[in-house]
């Protein structure tokens, strides 16, 4: 019953609270009760999930639960069943522990708020369909969690549903996530037509003895592992908004911001990182799109940093992160990195939703201000926000000291990363480019994030002082989520990078390969390589370096050189420094005023309008569809189909009748005249019939 609980216990809330706590049925649930019942029974998930990991992760005790007979149609098998292993237990742990605490935060933030018990059944709906995807034993039931989960983040998207922009931008992020979810929909369909079976089990199985089968295709013919690995990979570029599929996530900012923290953190936007792990035996004999993926990866990893850098409001900011640190997960599962994919998406779960909830925190305290041009000098008026956006900051960074277990959670993932690229280097040049891409990105992550530190908290206050006179520390049921958020962004990279990374024990036990830095040592080049090797305390091999000025830099550790580990550092440290000289030693003020007087120049207003791409899109595919849709309405609908059919057929009648109707004149003559030619038309017929 474990799993049992932790999957339907946020469906429960969500039936309840949606039925019985709205404004029909009021006369059996309050407010309170909805919020306590839906948050209570997430935060019974919440724990659970947590003894699940330590169940499966550490114990090794897998599950198979089956719930019900669900497809049986011809060849066709799709239980309801869960898939318990290390890769979902990690899963349930991140959902449910994110969207308990982005509801137990919801109370403070949405306490203005009239519909609340709609506002938190669509979050506990959100988070069943989330668990179905991940629980999920076949490719139907994760398609079936991964539509839920397309429908629940509509709802939350355009919760404000009589605000114009919030009903744009959910159906933009429907329809976008439609477009890729064609690609998963051929995909699922191409794996029941090569393997028979949509079962996990099955199809991973039967994976070598089709390695080599070929499909024909939009008139040519692919490799049946390629051609699944890249339609799956359509939809996961949806979900989890990579380059071209990217355009609703900002967008999704329109929601209140519990929403943007639950789907940008932890839920939605990872769903397609988990589908390339949960499939990675189809990834592993797909060089071409893995190669694809770590590129296409770097490259959105690099896009979106480089937006992030002049956006000025503060969700847009950090949504445009969420964005960047996702490309970091899908080079890492390019190059074959899947446990470094899943090590930074659980640290970025929590370091990521506790930015979003700071942000949140702000943006309550300033009554509902998001332009950073109009914060600053805020910090002694929200302490507790301050020093929890120093801690998100400092883990999104990656601050840490290399060749230790010293360091902020995305010290350890990132930096994972960024090493998993290295050691592909050699054998792949989309791996060579991911890891120099990852290196760029990361300068600009540190320059982003801390001018938005520097926007918000320091300096003089650039909006109205009324606002900043009444501007409080948001409440203890907002600052909760905080406090242990912070812990996670504190201490979740150093706890459990032996584990992910295989370090220790048999963590995966087989739900994912392992790639730790170790594994990698031989890929270095030979100069790197020291003649001697000591062991450090921690049972890591680091060897002298060979000498020189410079050597040091040269000597291996973890696997690594040395220059390889501090890189990523220096990159955090900079970024740092030049946000440090232009927004604190410098003039916020003055750097306002100059853009507002001179428009930036042509590269600002380049990445303000984020690459023109929702412009391109709009003058191309949007405005070619409504062309198409009009003449299909106009000339298709209303002139063929409605002209010549039902319209059509009332127009002749109308047309018939009104002729007729003129035989009515009054006059006897008239009507004697029609009787008369119906007595010789009847004549006629009659004589003709006895002639015959």
């Not at 497809?71 to 318990?84: E, H, Q, R, S």
Request: charged share 15%; glycine share 10%; aromatic share 16%.
């Amino acid at each position: 019953m474990l799993y049992q609980i932790i999957v339907f216990a946020p469906l429960l809330g969500a039936i309840i609270a949606g039925l019985l706590g709205t404004r029909f049925g009021k006369q059996f649930l309050n407010e309170k009760f909805s919020m306590s019942l839906t948050t209570g029974l997430l935060f019974v998930s919440a724990l659970l999930s947590w003894v699940a990991l330590f169940k499966v992760g550490f114990g090794h005790n897998e599950a198979q639960v089956d719930v019900l007979r669900w497809m049986d149609v011809g060849d066709m098998k799709a239980n309801w069943a869960f898939k318990i292993d290390t890769l979902t237990a990690v899963m349930l742990v991140v959902v449910n522990s994110v969207s308990a605490l982005v509801h137990l935060y919801s109370w403070g933030y949405m306490e203005d708020d009239n519909y609340k018990p709609r506002f938190f059944a669509y979050l506990s709906l959100f988070t069943f369909a989330m668990l179905m995807l991940v629980t999920s034993d076949n490719f139907i039931q994760l398609f079936f969690g991964w539509e839920g989960v397309g429908l629940a983040s509509y709802l939350l998207i355009g919760y404000y549903y009589k605000k114009p922009s919030a009903n744009a931008a959910a159906i933009k992020a429907f329809v976008t996530n439609r477009v890729g979810d064609v690609g998963l929909a051929l995909g699922v369909m191409t794996i029941f037509l090569v393997f028979g079976s949509v079962e996990f089990d099955t199809v991973f199985s039967a994976i070598a003895d089709n390695a080599d089968r070929r499909l024909p295709f939009l008139g040519m013919e692919f490799n049946a592992m390629e051609l699944i690995a890249a339609l799956l990979f359509i939809g996961a570029m949806g979900k989890s908004a990579q380059f071209v599929l990217h355009v609703w996530l900002p967008d999704a900012m329109e929601g209140p911001t519990p929403v943007s923290a639950l789907i940008h953190a932890a839920t939605m936007v990872t769903a397609g990182v988990f589908l390339v792990c949960r499939a990675h035996p189809i990834y592993e004999v797909a060089p071409i799109t893995s190669g694809f993926i770590t590129a296409m990866g770097a490259f959105t990893a690099l896009f979106a940093a480089t937006v992030a850098l002049v956006q000025n409001d503060i969700k847009r900011v950090i949504a445009y992160s969420t964005c960047s640190q996702l490309g970091y997960m899908f080079f890492a599962a390019g190059v074959g990195a899947y446990n470094a994919a899943m090590f930074h998406l659980f640290t970025h779960a929590f370091f990521k939703a506790l930015l979003f909830l700071c942000a949140g925190s702000v943006i309550h305290a300033l009554h509902h201000e998001q332009d950073m041009r109009q914060m600053g000098g805020i910090r002694k008026k929200v302490p507790w926000t301050y020093a929890a956006m120093i801690i998100g900051t400092l883990a999104i960074t990656g601050i840490g000291i290399p060749g230790t277990s010293i360091g902020f959670a995305g010290f350890f993932s990132k930096d994972a990363i960024i090493e998993a690229a290295y050691s592909g280097a050699a054998e792949s040049n989309a791996a060579a480019f991911a890891f120099w891409i990852g290196l760029v990105a990361a300068l600009m992550t540190s320059f982003y994030s801390w001018r938005l530190i520097f926007m918000t908290f320091h300096g003089n206050f650039r909006g109205d002082h009324h606002t900043l006179d009444h501007a409080h520390e948001s409440p203890w049921v907002m600052r909760l989520p905080l406090v242990l958020l912070s812990l996670g962004a504190v201490f979740a990279g150093a706890i459990f990078y032996k584990y992910f990374m295989g370090n220790t024990g048999d963590f995966w036990h087989g739900a994912l390969p392992i790639a730790a830095g170790d594994h990698h040592a031989a890929l270095a080049p030979e100069y790197m390589v020291a003649a001697a090797e000591t062991h450090a305390s921690d049972g890591h091999h680091a060897e002298p370096h060979p000498g020189g000025l410079f050597g040091w830099l040269f000597a291996k550790v973890h696997g690594y050189p040395f220059w390889v580990l501090l890189l990523p550092l220096v990159m955090s440290v900079t970024g740092f420094v030049i946000a440090w000289f232009m927004y604190i030693r410098g003039s916020v003020e003055d750097k306002i005023a100059t853009i507002e007087e001179t428009g930036g120049g042509v590269m600002y207003r380049f990445l303000l309008n984020k690459w023109y791409i929702d412009e391109l899109y709009d003058a191309t595919i949007v405005k070619f569809t409504k062309f198409l849709g009009d003449k299909f309405w106009k000339i298709g609908d209303e002139k063929i189909i409605d002209g010549y059919g039902p319209n059509g057929f009332a127009k002749l009648a109308a047309n018939t009748s009104k002729r007729l109707s003129k035989i009515q004149s009054g006059y006897l003559y008239h009507y004697a005249f029609i009787m008369l030619l119906g007595v010789a038309v009847l004549i006629v017929v009659a004589f003709r019939g006895i002639g015959g």
